[in-house]
């Protein structure tokens, strides 16, 4: 198996797609892309498309956080709890059906760490001044799930289980990154479907090798 990575990348393209260090898969190859987008990699680098698909693939915890915290401290506990549960799976699963570049765009600002960070340090502190110590406790068991993703790899996985020979939610954002992209910049987008069937075979490529591999073990 040939593996290419490049100067400055955080990501590695091999023959089943690329793998960033995210520890996020995307079953496409550059030399796919440039066959269904020709043009769009000399306009937008592979690592800005990653990049801003990450960005939506993280945004589920990132506003799942920011949504418990605000609830948190308006509304309390349990509606926080019950709210952000229910949102952060039907947004997990749904987002590339609102993706676009500008909200792209609005979404890097949640995604940077800090705001994150401050927004639960200013409410989680309050929930500790005011003897809410039930919702401090349970408000950094909801980060600590969020923030590392362990929430959104349960959705994931229970999504992988569930639904079978579809695009797997990762290359359902990629796939609509490259669209909006290829739109904007007046690319046309040649046989979208024979596209998502190549999608599908180095899913199933993976799939495979992860099958023999715990075989083996």
């Known amino acids: 198996m ?29 030399e796919a892309l440039e066959k ?34 605000l609830l948190l401290y308006f509304s309390g506990l349990y509606p926080a709890l019950i709210i952000t549960l229910f949102f952060v799976p039907v947004w997990h699963i749904n ?8 909200l792209t765009n ?9 705001v994150v960070v401050i927004v639960s340090m200013l409410v989680l502190s309050w929930m500790g001044i005011t003897g809410e110590y039930a919702s401090v406790f ?3 068991v909801v980060f600590c799930l969020l923030k590392f993703g362990w929430f959104r790899f349960l959705v994931e ?30 690319i046309p987008v040649k046989e979208v479907d024979a596209m998502e069937k190549e999608i599908l075979t180095l ?9 023999k591999y715990r075989k083996r073990k």
């Not at 593996?3 to 793998?19: C, K, N, S, V, W």
């Not at 498309?49 to 920011?66: H, P």
């Not at 987002?95 to 500008?102: F, L, R, T």
């Open 203 to 211: 899913i199933g490529k993976h799939q495979e090798v992860l099958r």
């Open 138 to 140: 349970l408000g950094i």
């Open 106 to 114: 609005l979404l890097w600002v949640v995604d940077k760490e800090i």
């Open 2 to 30: 040939s593996l290419a990575r490049q100067p400055d990348t955080h990501y590695i393209e091999t023959p089943r797609g690329i793998f960033t260090s995210a520890g996020n898969w995307f079953h496409i190859t550059s």
């Open 36 to 69: 269904y987008a020709p043009g769009l990699l000399e306009i937008h680098s592979l690592e800005k498309l990653i990049k801003q698909s990450e960005i939506w693939i993280r945004s589920a915890d990132n506003i799942g956080i920011v949504l418990f915290m």
């Open 95 to 102: 987002k590339s059906s609102v993706i676009s570049i500008p």
């Open 157 to 186: 996985w229970l999504y992988g289980k569930l639904i079978k020979g579809t695009l797997l939610l990762n290359d359902r954002v990629l796939k609509m990154i490259i669209l909006k992209h290829a739109i904007r910049e007046d």
